[in-house]
């Protein structure tokens, strides 16, 4: 526990360093948030200026910013003005959380069990299949199968919503969390399928097999504990390609997550809004990661003996 | 002793992989017999297919090996034999010891656990029973704090103590036939005369039979009852641990005698008094497969495969046209 405790604080550093070069990417583009609004005066636009303390030394802003975030402020909106950060966070983050966390729930409930079939059913037509499906289900990205389905699903068949977001019914989930998914799901059916292939082929699994142990056990208790640790690691960088899938997502099915104003609030130098949802988004990433590493040494003792060394 | 019959017996055995490139026969009539309670030693050098004769024996070959030929076991013929009535044989009635015993402990589970599994997969029991005969067994096999070392994991014992777990795991359900593939190969000499005084123990108090695989000559004759000398795949010299140690007939077990008896360490390189090596894998050579090597061959060893044959007897038998004159 206290490890875990140890490494939660170990994250403040890694966040510091992601929110001081963020801070600088935003400031390095060009023009600022008052700039593209023509009907503004020069004397209401420098008022503003100094409302949002844009007129101090970039040096004097950082600091503030940090002050601020360190109560977890993360300051007004500079487009949406009646809005603080927070309160778009608020609004936006489960929304994303809910279609990211089911899509990432999908990925392993499925991916993980057609990946251990087919490594079960090795070389012969189920494994041949998945790997083929599984090939095109990583090579199509989200921004194409999205479409498609709502296409599909929600135009010729009607049976689903295109878009739309009614305080979140299942209905409207389906098609977004399903598209959010799928590169996801075949990516880890197929390293899950070459996991335990590898696993498989060790040999303290003969040695299991010479103990007249059901193939049953051999794979589940023998093979799968071992194999699972490459298919944790990979959800880090699954969750991270699934919030990055989620910001196409949110604009094609029209869904109020954090994706929505992001883009504009990049293309506005809404600063305060982007640098606040890409410390979001870091955050998220940063907890999944630890969270990976904390549920890889439960299931292999050798990295529990190396973490107390 | 033909007339007791035998609790393991192997008959034109061959292994082969039809799908490796080049196509490779690890094993050809391979012939053996073993009584209840006896030992058997199988010697040769890397890649004469010890291993893959230990294997097949409880039908652990590798996917894409084609066994051919009769193991019988208990008069049960085991090729062909259903995986459910493999699976009821193994670890029950058939310990194995595999190659690297190191590396045939699963690292994420507890040793308590590998230890009890084998036990309940094969009887009905209840947990703490099979705890209370695990503490039994690592006792038996000489394991210092016992009840401490279940709850530990593979990699927190040394080697020699994974090596008498890895022999407490294949005895526990009380097989009356161990197969055990190089078991003091990848341990320091000091550790392997204790594993080697273990299985002497073992042998005695257990009336176990016992396959032993060992490249060096002289493990086999301290431990084993009767040898089987192994060469590209075949047998060349089979008969009583004395007599074949004593007065080799096969020119290749002479050389390995000879080898073992200038090395004093085990792990050093017991053939490096033969010069010259086995076929490559894949290559069958029509003649016998020593003569390119042999001190006594003429132009029909090349030629003409020698066959197993009785030379005296003791029950010692040797393949080769011109076997060495009796000492
Ligand atoms: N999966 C495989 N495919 C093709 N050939 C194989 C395979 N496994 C083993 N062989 C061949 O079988 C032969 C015998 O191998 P085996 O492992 O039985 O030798 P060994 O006597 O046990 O040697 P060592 O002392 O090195 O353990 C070798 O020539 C090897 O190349
Ligand atoms: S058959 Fe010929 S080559 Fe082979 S061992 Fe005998 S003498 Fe040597
Ligand atoms: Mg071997």
């Known amino acids: ?309 | 002793m033909s007339a007791e019959a035998p609790l393991l017996a192997v008959l034109g055995v061959g292994v082969s992989f039809p799908g490796a490139r080049p196509p490779v026969r690890a094993l050809a009539d391979v012939e053996l017999r073993l009584l209840a309670g006896r030992s058997l030693g199988l010697v040769g050098e890397s890649g004469a297919g010890k291993s893959q004769l230990a294997l097949a024996i409880p039908g652990l070959s590798a996917p894409g090996a084609v066994v051919e030929g009769s193991i019988r076991f208990c008069g049960e013929e085991l090729i062909n034999a259903s995986p459910a009535r493999l699976r009821a044989l193994r670890g029950r009635h058939i310990g194995f010891i595999a190659q690297d015993p190191q590396a045939a402990l699963a690292p994420h589970l507890k040793v308590g656990t590998q230890l009890t599994e084998t036990l309940r997969s094969h009887h009905a029991l209840d947990a703490r029973a099979a705890r209370a005969a695990a503490l039994q067994m690592l006792e038996r096999v000489q394991v210092p704090a016992p009840a401490a070392r279940l709850g530990q994991y593979p990699h927190e014992l040394s080697g020699g103590l994974r090596q008498r777990v890895s022999i407490a795991i294949a005895l526990i359900a009380s097989p009356s036939l161990l197969i055990a593939d190089e078991p003091t190969t990848a341990l320091d000499v000091t550790v392997e005369a204790g594993i080697r005084a273990l299985f002497l123990k073992l042998r005695q108090e257990l009336k176990l039979a016992l396959v032993l695989v060992s490249h060096d000559l002289a493990v086999v004759g301290g431990l084993c009852d009767e040898i089987l000398v192994l060469y590209a795949g075949r047998v060349v010299e089979s008969g009583p641990a004395a007599a074949v140690l004593k007065d080799p007939r096969h020119h290749y077990t002479a050389a390995l005698a000879a080898a073992s008896a200038t090395l004093e360490a085990p792990l050093g390189l017991p053939l490096a008094t033969i010069a010259g090596s086995q076929p490559a894998p894949g290559v069958e050579l029509a003649g016998c497969a020593f003569a390119p090597r042999c001190p006594a061959a003429a132009a029909r060893c090349h030629a003409e495969r020698p066959p197993l044959a009785s030379v005296a007897a003791g029950g010692a038998r040797v393949a080769c046209h011109f076997p060495r004159a009796s000492a």
């Not at chain 1, 970039?58 to 300051?75: I, W």
């Not at chain 1, 040999?203 to 071992?226: D, M």
């Open chain 1, 1 to 309: 526990m206290s490890y875990a405790l140890r490494r939660l604080l170990g994250l403040v550093p890694t966040l510091f360093i992601i929110v001081s070069l963020a801070f600088v990417l935003v400031r390095l583009a060009p023009g600022g948030p008052f700039d593209q609004e023509q009907t503004l005066a020069p004397e209401i636009k420098a008022n503003l200026e100094r409302a949002y303390g844009l007129d101090r030394p970039l040096g004097e802003q950082y600091l503030r910013y940090l002050g601020r975030l360190a109560h977890g402020d993360l300051g007004p909106s500079m487009r949406l003005r009646d809005f603080t950060v927070n309160e778009l966070i608020a609004i936006g983050l489960p929304v994303s959380l809910t279609i990211g966390g089911l899509a990432l729930a999908l990925s392993l409930l499925i991916g993980l069990p057609l990946g251990l079939g087919a490594a079960l059913a090795r070389r012969r037509g189920l494994d041949r299949l998945l790997m083929a499906t599984t090939a095109l289900g990583i090579a199509i990205p989200p921004y194409v199968t999205a479409p498609l389905l709502a296409l599909v699903f929600g135009i010729y068949l009607r049976w689903l919503p295109v878009a739309g977001w009614e305080g979140g019914q299942l209905r409207d989930l389906v098609l977004p969390v399903v598209a959010l998914a799928l590169p996801t799901l075949a990516y880890l059916a197929r390293l899950t399928r070459a996991s335990v292939l590898e696993v498989a082929g060790l040999p303290f699994v003969r040695a299991a097999r010479a103990k007249g142990l059901s193939e049953a056990r051999i794979v589940l208790v023998h093979v799968l504990p071992p194999a699972l640790g490459p298919v944790l690691a990979y959800l880090g960088p699954a969750a991270a390609g699934i919030l990055a899938g989620s910001l196409v997502i949110e604009t094609v099915f029209g869904l109020p997550g954090m994706g929505r104003f992001l883009v504009e609030g990049a293309l506005n130098r809404d600063y305060t809004l982007v640098l606040g949802k890409v410390i979001v988004y870091a955050t998220l990433v940063l907890l999944l990661n630890l969270l990976v590493d904390l549920l890889r040494a439960l299931l292999d003792p050798r990295i529990r003996a190396r973490r107390r060394a």
